[in-house]
């Protein structure tokens, strides 16, 4: 008997490939997919598909699908809540694209509300988390720091980390020419009253005229406070694009599930996590 005969699991069992007749066996994508009520859920090995003429064009189909009663996703794809799968980044990067990250739970819970907090903050254009410098690093220090990352410019804060107050900015420019690279950055960045800035609120088309007509190639954001809370960058803003199938909650913020254990502590865990703003709970036992 041919293989492929053999492998057929059709319920008619063997020689069904042998007869023509017999290839509208089964049911159509229609009796499967189309039942309202139907709560069976398939794998690629439950289904063997055949080829066909449909009734419908390629652009009225939709995969849309349900992660919750509430939350649609426009891409039924949902990021593992795996530690070496999901954190931040890989839920900001599932969620621009119609899905959504379950950011895992083997972390403090400081740690994995900072995490939600990341993606809830994120907005398409704006880098939510600069590596930031001191003012006391050396430009030797500098030097090596872009090495390893890969920029060439950086926000200059009180304590060299985001979310406090802003001094300067410094760009592969402004150390070009400097001879003693033992020198502190301050002696050499742009200082904060000569720089463009933008307050926090601001939206992406107005800081992106604000970057076209400063000419600039970065925009810090800064809050009331004078505290850096994003960056813009011009090159970002090249290669930023438009992402119509996002999922997003009513405030227009990207949407993100964290997973918690069972533990009587884990308690503490789901307030935390829900005053952070996340829009799903996963329990992971």
Same mark, same amino acid.
């Given at each position: 008997m041919p293989a492929d005969v053999a492998r057929s699991r059709s319920p008619r069992g063997h020689g069904v490939a042998d007869k023509v007749d017999e290839l509208v066996d089964g049911h159509s994508a229609a009796d499967i997919f189309d039942k309202t009520k139907s709560l069976t859920g398939y794998t690629y090995d439950d289904l063997i598909c055949l080829p066909g003429h449909i009734s419908f064009g390629v652009h009225e189909v939709a995969l849309h699908g349900n992660f919750t009663k509430k939350i649609t996703l426009k891409t039924p794809i949902v990021s593992s809540p795996m530690d070496t799968v999901t954190e931040a980044k890989m839920a900001i990067a599932i969620a621009l694209e119609g899905g959504i990250g379950v950011i895992h739970t083997n972390l403090s819970i400081e740690e994995q509300v900072r995490e939600v907090m990341q993606v809830k903050r994120y907005e398409s254009g704006f880098i939510m988390?600069?590596?930031?410098?001191?003012?006391? &690093?050396?430009? +030797?220090?500098?030097?090596?720091?872009?090495? #390893?990352?890969?920029?060439?410019?950086?926000?200059?804060?009180?304590?060299?980390? *985001?979310?406090?107050?802003? *001094?300067?900015?410094?760009?592969?420019?402004?150390?070009?020419? +400097?001879?003693?690279? #033992?020198?502190?950055?301050?002696?050499? *960045?742009?200082?904060?009253?000569?720089?463009?800035?933008?307050?926090?609120?601001?939206?992406?088309?107005? $800081?992106?005229?604000?970057?076209?007509?400063?000419?600039?190639?970065?925009?810090?954001?800064? #809050?009331?406070?004078?505290?850096?809370?994003?960056? &813009? #960058?011009?090159?970002?803003?090249?290669?930023? @694009?438009?992402?119509?199938?996002?999922?997003?909650?009513?405030?227009?913020?990207? &949407?993100?599930? @964290? $997973?918690?254990g069972t533990r009587p502590a884990d308690r503490d865990r789901v307030r935390a996590l829900v005053a952070a703003g996340v829009d799903a709970i996963i329990v992971d036992s």
């Open positions: 988390d600069p590596v930031c410098i001191p003012p006391t &690093m050396t430009i +030797a220090d500098l030097d090596k720091l872009r090495q #390893s990352s890969g920029f060439s410019g950086y926000p200059v804060t009180e304590d060299g980390r *985001m979310g406090s107050r802003l *001094m300067g900015l410094v760009t592969k420019r402004d150390t070009d020419f +400097a001879v003693d690279r #033992s020198s502190h950055v301050s002696s050499i *960045m742009t200082k904060l009253d000569k720089l463009v800035t933008v307050e926090e609120g601001v939206d992406l088309p107005a $800081a992106n005229k604000i970057l076209q007509e400063s000419k600039k190639g970065k925009l810090p954001v800064v #809050s009331k406070q004078g505290r850096l809370v994003a960056l &813009m #960058s011009r090159a970002d803003l090249r290669k930023n @694009a438009d992402y119509p199938v996002a999922t997003k909650d009513e405030r227009k913020r990207l &949407m993100v599930a @964290a $997973a918690v």
